[in-house]
């Protein structure tokens, strides 16, 4: 009986690992990685460009072109590109009954599916980030051996958002693209504690304490009256806190829903 059952969580295990795997070849042969890509070019085509006038410093990177750009727009564009798709994706194109028919377990094709956005979504974010600091010069890449953790934390909780969004709703992508262009373009940059419920906020937050030796905290550039600021750690608490809850809701949600 115990090896009867050893073998069942290994043939489990293995299955988990060969359908995260599958997953995130399709996506990545999907239409979203030729969107990411497009809008990759713009990017990095904003950041040679930036490059080319001399003297630049990292904090001016940050505030011309990293915070801006990729943080605000960017950044949140990029993980729903994926990160949306991994239940939706099934149920659109009417695989997901078959899939549930399989053997797995429902939380282990919750994690799957998940661990196949993620890889993807935080694997495509630093290394966007990486390509954008190489092209913008020494500027650049200081500011991305300072500030990758802040686009790390960040990535997690747009997976858990927009994943959770997949499993929730029908029109997960069209929701998940309001939510990047409304919450977190135009609210994300409000004055106000409106903008905490963007995930930019805090994003910026993990920016602004890392970069202090730099003069990017609110004082240096922003007004602390209008940005509110919190803490580094206190940002990273409530991106970690919020992924979980993120992650909770979506593996509830599927394990609990009728496909049909």
């Given at each position: 009986?115990?090896?009867?059952?050893?073998?069942?969580?290994?043939?489990?295990?293995?299955g988990g690992f060969q359908l995260a795997g599958l997953s995130a070849w399709r996506m990545l042969?999907?239409?979203q990685t030729l969107v990411n890509a497009l809008l990759m070019a713009f990017a990095l085509l904003a950041a040679a460009a930036w490059s080319m006038r001399h003297e630049r410093t990292a904090a001016q990177f940050v505030q011309e072109v990293f915070l801006p750009l990729y943080v605000s727009f960017f950044l949140p564009i990029f993980s729903l590109c994926y990160a949306s798709a991994g239940v939706a994706g099934e149920r659109q194109e009417?695989?997901?009954?078959?899939?549930l028919a399989t053997p797995?377990?429902?939380?282990?094709?919750?994690v799957a599916k998940f661990?196949?956005?993620?890889?993807?979504?935080?694997?495509?974010?630093l290394a966007g980030f990486a390509a954008l600091g190489r092209l913008a010069g020494p500027a650049g890449w200081e500011s991305f051996l300072r500030f990758w953790p802040a686009v790390a934390w960040s990535s997690l909780a747009y997976t858990c958002l927009f994943h959770a969004f997949s499993v929730l709703l029908q029109r997960a992508t069209?929701?998940?693209?309001?939510y990047a262009l409304i919450?977190?373009?135009?609210?994300?940059?409000?004055?106000?504690?409106?903008?905490?419920?963007?995930?930019?906020y805090y994003a910026q937050c993990l920016v602004f304490d890392a970069g202090q030796g730099l003069g990017l905290g609110p004082a240096g550039g922003r007004d602390p009256a209008l940005f509110l600021p919190i803490a580094g750690d206190t940002a990273r608490l409530v991106l970690v806190g919020a992924s979980g809850t993120l992650f909770a809701i979506?593996?509830?949600?599927?394990?609990r829903s009728e496909y049909a």
């Open positions: 009986m115990e090896l009867t059952h050893r073998s069942r969580v290994l043939m489990i295990l293995r042969r999907s239409r009417q695989t997901l009954v078959y899939l797995l377990p429902r939380p282990v094709i919750y661990a196949a956005a993620f890889l993807l979504v935080s694997v495509w974010n069209i929701v998940s693209l309001g919450l977190e373009t135009l609210l994300g940059n409000m004055p106000g504690i409106v903008k905490r419920v963007a995930i930019s979506g593996w509830w949600a599927f394990c």
